[in-house]
């Protein structure tokens, strides 16, 4: 059990669960949120889809409005975090006000990968992961005709569709030789290439920008590594994330490619503990240690942490899953299939409903599907419950999957 104030430093999906989870176990002390953004707490997912695409106002996108904070008393603490001083238990904040902790709670997510590029930080070159660059794109795209997406991970295609549904002429630039290939099966990347194509994007593969051009302060293309120039009037960059980790390491604690927790999400100070994208946790179920960027992994972080801090002490073993919405086309992900050696596909890509399962020799790693929402559900009770099932039963249509769920 903890004692004394949880103090939890960020206010995304993470920061907000622990908050919420911790009152529901019935957790009596102080709770403050420590948020560095002028909003409440609000849902990412949306950002580079539904919301960019649609005219409601930031409020459809908070998770609860202010009165529950009121009621539930959570204290929403406008504010960012210059250090902590482990030893007596407390922090500062940038404004000189400094609060105890019993418990802190580092949920401070992650911050864009910058483009290091000539003419990089011009007006017209845009990111994409909170909800002022959200709103800053929403403003700008009705006077906008030509957009260069550099990255085509999930956020880059996601924002492709949007934009090309809303009418702007749309190029992609990838390094890798297929879209999201740090993340998906090549069949899933060809079904998407193709798909986006058909919609009238452009996706380049296998170059990447090497400068921005621009008259004044006016984005006019981007030039590539293979010669060409494209014109634009917008650049939008979407190149992976940085995990904010130096808070952290300025206090002491270890660091890697994230904050280190256990699998308890504690880090090396019994004091402090790390969730959500900044994390880099020790996984029984996977072995090793991983860092997820994903809302599932935040929130089940958060009730798992919550939980030790109100007595139920258990080692966190979420299972992964993960969805991106391109078009009209929804791609949703189950389990972890990195290290996979066959591919099973379920449906087919003509039909633009199918999935792949992914196998390391006879063991299901994960599934990936379009369109098929029967079969991600399936993978994710399938492999909560720690089962499998053949590749041959994966790729037989009559095979009933509910029956291994029995």
């Given at each position: 059990?903890?004692?004394?104030?949880?103090?939890?430093?960020?206010?995304?999906?993470?920061?907000?669960?622990?908050?919420?989870?911790?009152?529901?176990?019935?957790?009596?002390?102080r709770i403050c949120l420590i948020n560095d953004e002028a909003h409440l707490p609000y849902q990412r997912p949306p950002l580079s889809k539904a919301y960019i695409k649609g005219s409601a106002g930031p409020e459809s996108l908070m998770f609860r409005p202010e009165k529950f904070y009121q009621d539930q008393k959570i204290e929403l603490i406008?504010?960012?975090?210059?250090?902590?001083?482990?030893?007596?238990?407390?922090?500062?904040?940038?404004?000189?006000?400094?609060?105890?902790?019993?418990?802190?709670?580092?949920?401070?997510?992650?911050?864009?990968r910058l483009l290091d590029l000539p003419n990089a930080n011009l007006p017209d070159v845009k990111y994409l992961r909170i909800l002022d660059e959200s709103e800053a794109l929403r403003a700008i795209m009705p006077?906008?005709?030509?957009?260069?997406?550099?990255?085509?991970?999930?956020?880059?295609?996601?924002?492709?569709?949007?934009?090309?549904?809303?009418?702007?002429?749309?190029?992609?630039?990838?390094?890798?030789?297929?879209?999201?290939?740090?993340a998906v099966t090549a069949e899933?990347?060809?079904?998407?290439?193709?798909?986006?194509?058909?919609?009238?994007?452009?996706?380049?593969?296998?170059?990447?920008?090497?400068?921005?051009?621009?008259?004044?302060?006016?984005?006019?293309?981007?030039?590539?590594?293979?010669?060409?120039?494209?014109?634009?009037d917008l650049v939008v960059?979407?190149?992976?994330?940085?995990?904010?980790?130096?808070?952290?390491?300025?206090a002491g604690l270890p660091v890697a490619a994230g904050i280190i927790v256990d699998e308890y999400l504690a880090t090396a100070d019994p004091d402090i503990s790390a969730i959500g994208d900044c994390a880099l946790f020790a996984s029984p179920?996977?072995?090793?240690?991983?860092?997820?960027?994903s809302v599932q992994n935040a929130t089940d972080h958060a009730r798992c942490l919550a939980a030790r801090l109100t007595g139920d002490r258990k080692p966190y073993d979420g299972h992964p899953w993960f969805w991106s919405d391109q078009g009209d086309d929804k791609l949703q992900i189950s389990g972890l299939t990195t290290g996979y050696d066959r591919v099973v596909l379920r449906g087919s890509a003509a039909s633009k409903a199918f999935s792949a399962?992914?196998?390391?020799?006879?063991t299901l790693l994960g599934i990936e599907s379009i369109n098929r929402a029967g079969d991600h559900m399936f993978g994710r009770r399938l492999q909560g419950m720690n089962r499998s099932i053949t590749p041959a039963q994966a790729a037989d249509e009559s095979f009933d999957l509910k029956s291994a769920l029995a």
């Open positions: 059990m903890s004692n004394g104030p949880v103090i939890i430093v960020g206010a995304g999906h993470g920061g907000y669960q622990v908050a919420a989870s911790l009152r529901q176990a019935g957790f009596s002390e406008a504010g960012r975090v210059v250090s902590i001083d482990r030893a007596g238990h407390e922090m500062l904040l940038a404004s000189g006000e400094t609060l105890a902790y019993g418990h802190l709670v580092l949920a401070t997510g992650a911050r864009n006077s906008k005709t030509r957009v260069v997406v550099i990255g085509a991970g999930f956020i880059g295609l996601e924002f492709a569709a949007t934009a090309r549904i809303k009418g702007l002429e749309v190029d992609v630039l990838e390094l890798a030789p297929r879209v999201m290939a740090r899933v990347s060809e079904y998407f290439q193709k798909r986006h194509r058909e919609a009238g994007i452009r996706i380049h593969l296998g170059v990447q920008a090497t400068s921005i051009e621009a008259e004044g302060d006016k984005v006019t293309g981007v030039s590539l590594s293979d010669g060409r120039h494209l014109p634009a960059v979407g190149v992976g994330v940085l995990p904010n980790i130096e808070l952290a390491a300025e179920r996977f072995g090793g240690s991983l860092r997820l960027e399962f992914c196998y390391r020799g006879e």
